[in-house]
C-alpha cells in the first residue's frame, strides 16, 4: 500500500458492511480480522489488479457498503445489482480502495 493509514481509513469504513475488524496496527501494517480468516495492508508498492471480495448474508449489506464507501468519499467500481454472468443470484457491488484495488461484497443467495 502506498500510505498504510490511508489504506486503514478505506477498510474501517467497509468493515462493518465486510464482517471484519481490525486486528493489529502499526504504522507500516494493518491487520484486518473476521470470522473466516485475515489479511494485512503493508506499506510498500501496491499491488496491481487486485480484487478482494467479501461474501454477505444478504443485500442490505451490499447495498450498505456500497453507500458507505461513496458517502466517505471512495470510488464506485460498480453500483450494487444482480451479476447474471457469474451465476443466477449474485448480488454485488464494487468500490476502490486508495491504491486502487476493486473491493466488493456479494451475496451468493445460495442457501
Known sequence: MADVQASKRFYETVAPHAGFRVNADTPDRVQLAGEGGSFSVVSGTPTEHLHMAFPVADDAAVEEFHRAAL?????????????????????????????????ELVNHHRG
Open 71 to 103: 458517502a466517505a468519499g471512495y470510488r464506485d467500481n460498480g453500483a450494487p445489482g444482480e451479476r447474471p454472468v457469474y451465476h443466477a443470484g449474485y448480488y454485488g457491488a464494487y468500490v476502490l480502495d486508495p491504491d486502487g484495488n476493486n473491493v
